[in-house]
């Protein structure tokens, strides 16, 4: 029996984790892959406040070991259901299964679920591989690596669009790419990028290929209405066609929105009495490394405060 379970050892989950101790809880951390999450993959972390330059993985390893040290526990398992019971003890049952599939159960008086979301790729191949080396998901994380080199964003919502806008003031030219002629992104976002001299619309095209040695040079794009192929020098390509969460497994716990992600404010309360919820896999206007942290303190003091 655990004071407080988390759902993911993300930097939400880890700073719930660290809040939740220090608050005199026990509390048990429980993550399918390693801890960190996706920050665990960036080269350069350059935008969190009070640390200048970090790498992703010594970031998310003192996160690690400042939970740990603390006495919070963590379990490598896939969390694959949540049993909450009714009445006054509220006691929670979170299944996992282990890597060979074995079965365990856990209990705890509250949990927050920080799964996090992983965005989604263009399956190109080698993406993985130059991820880091001029393929990015997050222009305001990266975008100041390429200071006065030619990029490329492809996607076509307000994600893109904000990008390319974010891009255009820090880039040399900005190729926007996007598979139809009409964005799905607001209007006022693509007006204003109509107005940058740097900005380059490129529709309707999708990148088919990703071409350099160590690090990207070039992208092959392919027009979708002509089969007409170009290549684009860029040193960078921004990937903004939206993110995966993964909380299937809570459906019939917490309310989930159509595209999956868990429905919560900045209070982190799911509605469902001692179960709270912390970082990207939350329905939120901003997902960065500090509004994750931010959620996992203010989730981790909820469930401090729900149990008394």
Do not use: W
């Not at 076509?156 to 880039?171: I, N, P, Q």
């Not at 404010?265 to 942290?293: H, M, N, S, W």
Request: hydrophobic share 40%.
């Amino acid at each position: 029996m655990y004071d407080i379970i988390i759902v993911g050892g993300g930097t939400a989950g880890l700073s719930a984790a660290i809040y939740s101790v220090r608050a005199g809880k026990s509390a048990l951390v429980l993550e399918q892959k390693g801890y960190g999450g996706q920050i665990v993959n960036s080269p350069e972390v350059a935008n969190y406040p009070g640390i200048r330059q970090i790498s992703g993985f010594e970031f998310a390893k003192g996160l690690y070991e400042q939970a740990t040290g603390l006495g919070a526990e963590f379990k490598l398992a896939q969390v694959v259901g949540i049993e909450s019971a009714q009445g006054p003890d509220g006691i929670k049952r979170v299944v996992t299964r282990s890597a060979v599939g074995e079965e365990t159960v856990y209990e705890a008086r509250a949990v927050i679920l920080a799964t996090g979301a992983k965005n989604r790729p263009l399956g190109l191949e080698r993406e993985e591989e130059l991820t880091g080396a001029g393929v990015s998901y997050c222009a305001t994380c990266d975008g100041m690596f390429f200071r006065g080199k030619d990029v490329a964003v492809a996607g076509g919502g307000s994600t893109a669009l904000e990008d390319a806008l974010f891009l255009s003031g820090v880039c040399g030219k900005v190729y926007l790419i996007h598979r139809r002629d009409q964005f799905r992104g607001e209007e006022r976002l693509v007006e204003a990028l109509r107005e940058k001299e740097n900005v380059v619309f490129m529709t309707p095209y999708v990148v088919r290929e990703l071409r350099g040695d160590k690090s990207l040079a070039s992208i092959a794009i392919q027009n979708t209405a002509t089969g007409e192929e170009r290549e684009l020098e860029v040193s960078g390509l921004f990937v903004a066609i939206g993110q995966m969460p993964d909380n299937r497994a809570f459906s019939g716990l917490v309310d989930i929105d159509d595209k999956g992600y868990i429905r919560a404010a900045e209070d982190c309360l799911t509605g469902t009495p001692g179960i709270f919820t912390a970082g990207d896999c939350r329905t939120k206007a901003v997902r960065q490394l500090a509004t994750a942290a931010s959620d996992g303190a203010v989730a981790g003091l909820a469930a401090c405060e729900y149990i008394g």
